[in-house]
């Protein structure tokens, strides 16, 4: 959403290689536009090790296949179940590893909160990092905003398939853009 948080990932999971020790990059199946990999606006991407689904226990799979790795990298780590940040908690505790999640704490409909599995990782996280945008008035970025062919939109479903009938693009932008953008509407 143009914060820079998968460019980010992939700055952590290069300084770790650079040293010789292995991450586990992963990332919820839900993201239909780039497939299995991760991709930024810059250009930058990279194969994920594995994506999962919202039933994968994410525990089980990391003691499984990745409990030699130095860290976890959790990409669009907002659709994450609430289980599953649990089961993240529970990689750091019990298996000693550190894990990263990189994602939105809100979703584009502001009024009805959060991410449910963002909301659970910022009750459990042990440090949280708030990666800094600015709208385009130059003010702080706190919202992310959904456009359908330029247009503003408050309602609609948490994933918006892309069939290609209207352009879907996602802004980062401040509330008082937020607020003006609605009135415009009205
Ligand atoms: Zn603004």
Known sequence: MG???TMQLLQVAF????RGQKVCVCKPATDTK??????????PERKTDFCF???DNLFEI???DYVHVACVLVDEAQFLTPEQADQLMQVVVKLNTP??????R????????????ATRLLQLAHKIEELKTICDCGHKATLNCRFL???LVTDGPDILIDDGTSKIEYKSICPACYYRLIEDKK
Not at 108 to 115: A, I, N, T, V
């Open 106 to 117: 809100l979703n584009f409909r502001l009024q009805d909160g959060g991410f449910e599995g």
């Open 62 to 64: 990391i003691k499984k």
């Open 149 to 151: 062919d330029g247009e």
């Open 15 to 18: 300084n770790y290689e650079e």
């Open 3 to 5: 914060c820079g948080k």
């Open 53 to 55: 689904t919202r039933t």
């Open 34 to 43: 780039n497939g299995s990999k991760l991709s930024t606006r810059i250009g």
């Open 99 to 104: 894990v990263m999640c990189y994602g939105l």
